[in-house]
């Protein structure tokens, strides 16, 4: 078994964390970005007034992609 600690071990938590989430806003659902405190800006467009399927995909999506590449998920 394999044990990880110091830069392994922060880099495997960074990966894991659920870094976006939705909450309702007034005209819909915004992609909350948990680490920044502020909605999540998708190729330019901030991610606020989405129709709650839309929001709950996209949502799945970035958290898959952060996990995968933390630093691709925004642009």
Do not use: C
Request: no cysteine; hydrophobic share 45%; net charge negative.
């Amino acid at each position: 078994m394999t044990t990880l600690s110091g830069p392994a071990l922060a880099l495997y938590y960074e990966r894991m964390i659920v870094r976006f989430d939705i909450r309702p806003d007034q005209n819909g659902w915004t992609i909350y970005d948990r680490v920044t405190g502020r909605p999540a800006v998708i190729e330019g467009l901030v991610s606020v007034g989405l129709p709650f399927d839309d929001a709950d995909d996209l949502v799945d999506l970035l958290n898959t992609l952060h996990m995968l590449k933390p630093q691709a998920t925004l642009h």
